[in-house]
DNA sequence: ATGGGGGCCTGCCGGC
DNA sequence: TGCCGGCAGGCCCCCA
């Protein structure tokens, strides 16, 4: 599932159950997600107390009061649950425990945090708080889109010279961070640029017109997240999914919902991904 | 260096 | 109803 936008908003829900509180316990329900889980995991959250709640890329970054910071993916199906908590009119009892309840912080002021996550495709690790940016998960990544590392002259550096499709170019995360198969559809579509266009052969003018194209998909979906967590706090405490309206994303065969156009949603697959597009507007 | 493909896991959905 | 193939929004790793 999720995307930066997704995680930004996973990032606001846990803030106000999480930040500036005490790990009262943390249980660990197995020794590995998509990689080991660090040493004594359980015993290093207990007792510390969360400093604050970042997001880099699609990570989620806890500093803790013990100079380590909980690093935390999603990974394709990885979910948050708050429960034991007032949220809104709500009081949320703790549900009986799932399938895939992975890890559990149980936090001071009674709420309980679940990492549920099926395919296991997630991850968590405990690092040293001021070496957060050389872990080799981090270290490469490229800049934050909504940032300020992330301009017309930077992208058009970027992309110059390169022989891969667009489409790929943008979910190199390496190129710019955050990103993910629905935001790149959803841009490329709002471009008019096709997925199959060579990173290297687009004009400079269209390059330039991408990037504040990416800013407000973005900060779009951000908004929807915002108000999706409205929703929770009266439902059910889980983050991490909202209901977003994609204009090409999962539309195969539907109508263009561009102005004018009569074309139909096209799905191609690109190194093993799905690209969804209109073969009309998109060139 | 760059680009492409395989693999990791489980769940769900559609077709037979 | 049951089985089976295909598919899923991420990312690392290996190979040419």
Wanted: aromatic residues 6%.
């Amino acid at each position: 599932m999720p995307e930066l936008p997704e995680v930004e908003t996973v990032r606001r829900g846990l803030e106000p159950v999480m930040t500036g509180k005490l790990v009262l316990r943390a249980e660990v329900n197995r020794p590995d997600l998509r990689w080991p889980l660090p040493p004594d995991m359980g015993g290093r959250l207990t007792g510390a107390r969360v400093l604050a709640l970042r997001r880099r890329s699609k990570y989620i970054l806890a500093d803790l009061s013990t100079g380590e910071t909980l690093l935390i993916h999603l990974g394709m199906s990885g979910r948050m649950l708050i429960s034991g908590q007032m949220l809104g009119d709500f009081h949320h009892d703790h549900p009986a425990p799932q399938k895939h309840d992975h890890v559990v912080l149980h936090m001071e002021g009674g709420a309980r945090v679940t990492f549920n996550d099926a395919r296991r495709f997630g991850a968590m690790d405990l690092i040293a708080t001021h070496a957060v940016d050389s872990h080799p998960l981090l270290a490469r990544l490229g800049p934050e889109p909504l940032g300020n590392g992330f301009d017309e002259s930077y992208l058009q550096a970027k992309l110059a010279g390169r022989n891969t499709p667009i489409k790929s170019a943008l979910l190199d995360q390496n190129l710019v961070a955050g990103l993910g198969n629905i935001y790149v559809c959803e841009t490329l579509f709002r471009a008019r640029i096709s997925p199959k266009r060579k990173a290297g052969r687009i004009s400079a003018s269209r390059v330039s017109t991408l990037v504040p194209i990416i800013r407000q998909v973005l900060s779009e979906a951000i908004e929807a997240g915002g108000s999706s967590l409205r929703d929770y706090r009266q439902a059910d405490g889980e983050l991490g999914y909202f209901q977003h309206a994609f204009q090409v994303y999962d539309r195969e065969g539907e109508a263009c919902l561009s102005p004018g156009c009569t074309g139909r949603i096209a799905r191609i697959v690109q190194s093993g991904r799905s690209s969804f597009y209109c073969p009309l507007c998109q060139h």
